[in-house]
């Protein structure tokens, strides 16, 4: 998608309620409801949304992963000979990646790029995150069509896992009159030219995720909605006594940063891996106390060792610890995932 096509694109999300809209009504993914109503009225962002690096590759691999699911699979893209639902009220939108047929069969493909770590926890899971369920429902509500498939994949392992669903119409019926009154809402305001969700009419919940919620961070309304609670999370997180010198705007930080997250992404995967393999070797020593082969030698024996009790020597000898124990200066550099 060029820039016109995007910023295209974007005008026309404001004139309805979208699949990942629905899911951000229902609090669930990336968004909130408070901030779908922000957006659909046109409040003034705090600051531009960022359009993240693992975004923009997800947008430039969609056409890759739609091709290798045609591939694998025998579906054909086949948009123009899909009946139009005409009862859908016009702001029901929806575009999915593709409509596709096979023999007599349509469906709706949904494609989803993900990192290596979201795809773990996606094969360990067994099922589709939420959101995608959600959204899935919406565009096949929206289009009349029963069945639909989301294809995720994990480009750089080249793995691919694909999710055929059918249309759940209790939760499509739920979503639709949740959207409806959501959708009123959003029209009275643009009408009476108010942008903030709490003075919205019909009573549905607008209320506020946590400051310290991750989307809030990142939320082009945060100053907006959440009045300075979401910087002062991000400042106090520990005690309350640290403040955080804000680092984002420079590019150098950026790229060490997500260096870091990948270094610490492969050592977590390669400790598990470690791990299991260890505890595989250890069943195939069988309780022997040492083995070798193919590049190892293992000892696996009882080991007695003698520590300094300074727990007990303190206690028994308080005066004495006292005497012997200096104080000593460390700067230990720890870093936490946000
Ligand atoms: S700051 Fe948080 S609660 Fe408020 S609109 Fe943004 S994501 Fe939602």
């Known amino acids: 998608m060029n820039n016109t096509e995007r910023q295209e694109w974007l005008a026309h999300r404001k004139t309805g309620i979208g699949g990942t809209d629905m899911a951000g009504i229902l609090n669930e993914g990336y968004g909130c409801r408070r901030k779908v109503f922000y957006d ?64 007599e069969e349509s469906a709706i493909v949904e494609v989803k790029t993900v990192g290596e770590w979201p795809w773990k926890q996606l094969r360990k899971a067994g099922v589709p ?19 639909g498939i989301i294809w995720a994949g994990w480009a750089d392992g080249w793995e691919f896992t ?11 019926e739920a979503c639709f009159s949740l959207a409806k009154e959501f959708w009123s809402d959003v029209s009275i305001a643009i009408a ?20 310290s919620d991750k989307r809030c961070k990142g939320c082009p309304w945060s100053e907006t909605c959440q009045r300075g ?3 002062e999370a991000l400042r106090t997180p520990f005690d309350g006594e640290v403040t955080f010198v804000q680092m984002s705007s420079d590019p150098r930080w950026g790229q060490a940063a997500t260096d870091y997250k990948e270094a610490l992404f492969a050592k977590t995967m390669a400790d598990e891996e470690l791990k299991e393999v260890k505890s595989e070797l250890q069943l195939l ?44 200066t460390s700067k230990p550099f720890k870093v936490y995932l946000t």
């Open 40 to 103: 659909k009225v046109g409040a003034p962002p705090d600051h531009e949304e960022v359009v993240s690096n693992p975004m923009l590759r997800g947008q430039a691999l969609e056409g890759v992963f739609l091709k290798e699911f045609f591939d694998r699979h025998g579906w054909e893209e086949n948009r123009p000979c899909l009946p139009l639902n005409q009862q859908k009220e016009d702001w029901v939108l929806g575009t999915p990646d593709a409509f596709v047929g096979k023999d």
């Open 129 to 147: 995150k939420r959101e995608w369920e959600i959204q899935l429902n919406w565009y096949l509500y929206k289009w009349d069509i029963p069945t």
């Open 162 to 172: 694909k999710y055929e669903l059918e249309l759940d119409k209790d939760l499509a």
């Open 192 to 211: 009476a030219g108010y942008t903030e969700p709490d003075d919205a009419p019909s009573g549905l919940n607008y209320e506020r995720l946590p400051a």
């Open 229 to 231: 609670a979401v910087e």
């Open 285 to 328: 020593m069988n309780g022997r106390p040492a083995a070798e082969g193919d590049g190892l030698r293992i000892h696996h024996k009882p080991v007695v060792s003698n520590r300094f009790d300074t727990k007990g020597f303190r206690a028994k000898h308080p005066q004495l610890a006292e005497e012997f124990t200096k104080p000593t």
